[in-house]
């Protein structure tokens, strides 16, 4: 059988999703026998490569950047998985959606520092209005749910999907 390619990724978001994959722990192997990674921030490769049979993606998209990098993924993947809740629902960002930008930033870079006068306007991407889930920009294939997921559910959906299945998942979704 050929291995598919997995490629994983974060955006807005706190890499908690990347480190339950980790925690499949010794399991990785069996995940080496049915895919190649080959894009993640656990591996050195820059470009998002053009043909991926499945993405993990974490993280909300919150900058203009993300809404680019999304639809790049999206086009690119045969099956994209929202990966934890803030790419599910934008979860933490999203607390920023209440408030204006202008009261984001002055809170993030004024009021808590005694070392900064100054709001960067400079080698920053452009935030979006709010923090959005990934299905506002693009079809979700599979919709892992958690903060982070388990390192079971992600294992389990990765050889679901492996074998040709859709990974029913509604019975593993973990809040709190």
Not at 57 to 63: F, K, Q, R, V, Y
Not at 105 to 120: A, Q
Not at 135 to 164: K, N, R
Request: aromatic content about 8%.
């Amino acid at each position: 059988m050929k291995k598919l390619t997995l490629a994983t990724i974060w955006l807005d978001g706190c890499s908690g999703c990347h480190m339950s994959f980790v925690d499949v722990d010794e399991r990785i192997l069996q995940v080496a026998e049915k895919y190649d990674i080959i894009f993640s921030p656990l591996v050195d490769v820059k470009e998002f490569p053009e043909k991926v049979d499945v993405t993990l993606l974490e993280g909300a998209i919150s900058t203009d950047e993300d809404v680019e990098m999304v639809k790049k993924i999206r086009k690119s993947t045969k099956t994209l998985i929202a990966f934890g809740d803030c790419a599910v629902t934008s979860n933490v960002p999203s607390m920023r959606n209440h408030y204006d930008l202008k009261d984001v930033f002055k809170r993030g870079y004024l009021e808590t520092s005694t070392d900064n006068d100054v709001i960067p306007d400079e080698m920053l991407p452009k935030l979006l209005d709010k923090a959005y889930p990934v299905h506002h920009f693009v079809d979700v294939d599979v919709f892992l749910q958690g903060c982070p997921p388990s390192a079971d559910t992600i294992f389990y959906a990765l050889v679901e999907i492996a074998e040709g299945r859709t990974p029913e998942l509604s019975k593993r979704a973990r809040f709190g």
